[in-house]
């Protein structure tokens, strides 16, 4: 009976998990964002982003690990109020939204054996 014990306990342990990542966009300013995504010269996705809040980017389980990536995507503005205050190009210098390797860019928040957060703050730096 132990060994049937041990052998069940061993293959309930041995099972492949699903490994989830969370890629999060925090607006840590005082206004309201529109986060616009271009492709090929068009806009691709215009995404509202409150004052003080949270958008998920991306969110995965499956097995292996994801990277969020933004590859087909050409430009990505930052607009307050119809006025665009920041544009990410892929090969932009300093903080960029592309750069998601980058954990001084997309911060590592969380990191559990089947879990990863990160986050990228949009501070008011960022718009200036």
């Known amino acids: 009976m132990k060994k049937l014990f041990v052998l069940i306990l061993l293959a309930l342990t041995s099972c492949i998990k699903d490994n989830c990542v969370d890629y999060l966009i925090e607006n ?3 206004n309201d964002l529109n986060l616009i995504l271009f492709e090929e010269g068009f806009e691709f996705r215009n ?3 409150l004052s003080n809040g949270v958008f998920s980017e991306l969110s995965i389980c499956e097995s292996g690990i994801n990277s969020i990536t933004y590859e087909p995507i050409d ?3 930052l607009k307050v109020n119809d006025i665009i205050v920041k544009t990410y190009y892929p090969d932009s210098p300093g903080k960029n ?3 998601v390797d980058d954990r001084d860019t997309w911060l590592l928040v969380v990191n559990r054996k089947h879990y990863q957060k990160f986050v990228f703050e949009i501070t008011e730096e960022d718009l200036q």
């Open 47 to 49: 995404t509202e982003i």
């Open 75 to 77: 430009s990505i503005q």
């Open 97 to 99: 939204i592309y750069n």
């Open 28 to 30: 840590q300013t005082e």
